[in-house]
């Protein structure tokens, strides 16, 4: 087989060493591909700038999230913290408010740790190497290869969802694109095709034509620049490369949650305020960080009166707080939450704990933060919680 040939559906692993582009095709490619770049791309805001700090902020953002969601977000997020230094400086409740709603908190709290390591150790300056960039928590060899191209113009491909499907089609590879094996060709064919003279351009031309032209479903071959090297595109069959996605059966769990109010007496009248009992979740899982209300996960086929009683233990265990009864606690609504991977069944309660609630505080958040506040209604909206948690406050809202 030359290179330029197209190598056989399912290949083996040996098979994989001969997949490459010939010269001719990687100067082709370039000079197609950037070209198409200059003029096609989509006008983002992180988009030709070259702080590396910026940059390593929208690549974080980028990662598993939409363009379109990402850029409220990163807007709000340069404002906020225009320089390492900001971020560096700010708490975690601080950068969480900001984060509430992208998902994946623990790249925000990777984040605001590697910011803190750049301030405290290198002066506030990013390496300007992939392999030092690496050392740093929450900066894969993705994230480290963007930053290096984009902003320092060093040599070093990038893959990326985009980019494995991109080479797939173009050398008509089949096969689980996220296998070892097809890990390491897709690493060694974006290596080989990068332009020497703008890597950077180069790596977001990969990504921008897999996230416009060569999408999942229906890519657009008659107007891709590439589609004279594609060999996907030759046998007429681009969306079979590199094959169907598998998606990954959804965990069903079931969780209940109890907003616990209570009010607070003023001097005066006006003064009296009605406050929220919010509950750090550990740092590590879903949600890692965010405030939420009293939740337990519950057994799917638990009976009612069980998941009350497992609540009402957790409540007192945790904040000495005594429900008297079930009928004490009002119904405010249920819906269904999905992550990649889980499917979660929310039941959501009320429960007015009365005025005022003399709890005893039982263990500690991480790292010497509150495990639990009482929060005033008027402060809730600013309050780092997760999209589900407000949907909770808004059927609260409704009844309330
Ligand atoms: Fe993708 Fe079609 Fe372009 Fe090939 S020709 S790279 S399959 S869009």
Redesign the pocket.
């Given at each position: 087989m030359t290179q330029s040939q197209s190598p056989p559906n399912n290949m083996l692993a040996e098979d994989l060493s001969n997949v490459d582009f010939s010269g001719a095709e990687c100067s082709e490619i370039r000079a197609a591909l950037l070209g198409w770049y200059r003029v096609y791309r989509r006008e983002l805001p992180w988009r030709g700038i070259q702080d590396p700090y910026l940059i390593w902020v929208s690549e974080i953002m980028l990662q598993q999230t939409q363009v379109a969601t990402v850029l409220e977000y990163y807007l709000r997020w340069v404002e906020r913290f225009p320089t390492v230094e900001s971020l560096a400086g700010a708490t975690l409740d601080e950068v969480l408010e900001l984060w509430a709603g992208l998902g994946y908190y623990r790249r925000a709290r990777f984040l605001h740790e590697s910011s803190q390591d750049v301030v405290a150790r290198m002066g506030g300056r990013l390496p300007r190497s992939a392999a030092q960039l690496r050392k740093l928590k929450g900066i894969g060899p993705y994230t480290a290869g963007a930053i290096a191209s984009i902003a320092f113009g060093q040599l070093e491909p990038v893959v990326d969802g985009n980019v494995e499907?991109?080479l797939a089609?173009?050398r008509a590879v089949r096969g689980d694109a996220k296998s070892g094996a097809l890990q390491k060709l897709w690493w060694r064919l974006a290596a080989r095709l990068l332009d020497p003279e703008f890597p950077g351009d180069f790596n977001q031309a990969m990504m921008e034509?897999g996230a416009t032209?060569?999408t999942p479903q229906n890519?657009?071959?008659p107007e891709?620049?590439?589609?004279r090297v594609?060999h996907?595109?030759q046998r007429g069959a681009?969306a079979d490369?590199p094959a169907p996605a598998k998606r990954a059966a959804q965990r069903p769990v079931r969780v209940r949650s109890l907003v616990i109010t209570r009010d607070v007496p003023g001097e005066d009248v006006a003064q009296a305020h009605r406050e929220f009992l919010l509950i750090r979740r550990p740092l590590d899982g879903i949600w890692g960080g965010l405030w939420e209300f009293a939740t337990v996960e519950v057994s799917a086929r638990a009976a009612d009166s069980k998941v009350f009683e497992d609540l009402r233990a957790y409540v007192d265990n945790r904040f000495a707080l005594k429900i008297p009864s079930a009928a004490q606690v009002q119904r405010i609504g249920g819906f269904v939450h999905h992550f990649s991977h889980i499917k979660m069944s929310i039941e959501a309660d009320f429960w007015h704990a009365g005025s005022p609630v003399s709890e005893t505080p039982k263990g500690g958040g991480e790292a010497g933060a509150p495990a639990h506040r009482w929060v005033r209604a008027s402060a809730l909206d600013a309050v780092a919680m997760s999209a589900a948690m407000r949907k909770i406050l808004a059927l609260y809202r409704a009844i309330a």
């Open positions: 499907r991109v089609r173009l034509l032209v060569c890519p657009n071959c891709c620049p590439l589609r594609c996907a595109y681009a490369y």
